[in-house]
T-cell receptor
Framework: GEDVEQSLFLSVREGDSSVINCTYT??????LYWYKQEPGAGLQLLTY?????DMKQDQRLTVLLNKKDKHLSLRIADTQTGDSAIYFC??????????????FGTGTLLAVQP | DVKVTQSSRYLVKRTGEKVFLECVQD?????MFWYRQDPGLGLRLIYF???????EKGDIPEGYSVSREKKERFSLILESASTNQTSMYLC???????????????FGSGTQLSVL
């Protein structure tokens, strides 16, 4: 069935790198996504990777995709206190015809210690 | 910037009440979604709509209904609220021009509903 799994909590020190991991089940997903939810806010799209790519870099963010193991990771370099948030991994999935829907993971709470 | 506005940030209702949660988006998006967010469970899709007056059940539609009379507005209705519907409700929209745009969701800030 559909399942996207993440660890629930990660604590890092300011300036260190953070790595948030995710495993997914649907190998036909065209895109895989990372969303960020800051306290008291809705989710916002952080970055995404096309399924035929292995890596995507966007400033301090690096997304790695291992299709064989169905493993996605988000690395945040030089983590700042402003990066403290919940990070959701999501895969797209066909749902009733042409419409795609997102399957979200449980979210990883990233706590950045000063 | 796309703006998705949910009418209430916090809502307290009693068991058995009919509850309306309203959501409006201002970017002419085709798709709109209602999720609920619970600790340890992530986001679960309740209903979505890909066009005016069209609706599709998500993964947990029981106890909910929706209405989309106008493109910009998508309402979630709890016919008879129950305590297990206490949750954070998130509305989202997406452009809807096919894969790659369908899944780039823009979210509202959420409505924390407490049913007593």
């Amino acid at each position: 069935g559909e399942d996207v799994e993440q660890s629930l909590f990660l604590s890092v020190r300011e300036g260190d790198s953070s790595v948030i991991n995710c495993t997914y089940t649907d190998s036909s997903s065209t895109y895989l996504y990372w969303y960020k939810q800051e306290p008291g806010a809705g989710l916002q799209l952080l970055t995404y990777i096309f399924s035929n790519m292995d890596m995507k870099q966007d400033q301090r963010l690096t997304v790695l995709l291992n299709k064989k193991d169905k493993h996605l990771s988000l690395r945040i370099a030089d983590t700042q206190t402003g990066d403290s948030a919940i990070y959701f991994c999501a895969e797209s999935n066909k749902y009733g015809g042409a419409t795609n829907k997102l399957i979200f993971g449980t979210g990883t709470l990233l706590a950045v210690q000063p | 910037d796309v703006k998705v506005t949910q009418s209430s940030r916090y809502l307290v209702k009693r068991t058995g009440e009919k509850v309306f949660l309203e959501c409006v988006q201002d970017m002419d998006h085709e798709n709109m979604f209602w999720y609920r967010q619970d600790p340890g469970l992530g986001l679960r899709l309740i209903y979505f709509s890909y066009d005016v007056k069209m609706k599709e059940k998500g993964d947990i539609p029981e106890g909910y209904s929706v209405s989309r009379e106008k493109k910009e507005r998508f309402s979630l209705i709890l016919e008879s609220a129950s305590t297990n519907q206490t949750s954070m409700y998130l509305c989202a929209s997406s452009l809807g021009l096919g894969p790659g745009t369908n899944e780039k969701l823009f979210f509202g800030s959420g409505t924390q509903l407490s049913v007593l």
